[in-house]
């Protein structure tokens, strides 16, 4: 995932992203590209990043 793609999860946090909208967001052509660059990078998909950070938020 990429810094913008991470402070634009974070900067929202109550909202319902879609990997595809936050791909849009971030300027990336597809989901699949912002997906594999994620995968690549931090070694998780968005939408399991995204799910992760929701249910830390949900525990506070």
Do not use: N, Q
């Not at 402070?7 to 929202?12: D, K, N, T, V, W």
């Not at 990336?28 to 931090?42: H, I, N, P, Q």
């Amino acid at each position: 995932m990429t810094a913008t793609a991470l402070a634009a999860l974070h900067r929202e946090p109550a909202r319902p992203w879609t990997v595809a909208e936050l791909a849009r967001a971030v300027g990336y052509g597809s989901e699949s590209a912002l997906s594999f660059t994620s995968k690549r990078v931090m070694g998780i998909a968005p939408s399991d990043y995204r799910r992760r950070a929701r249910e830390t938020e949900d525990e506070h």
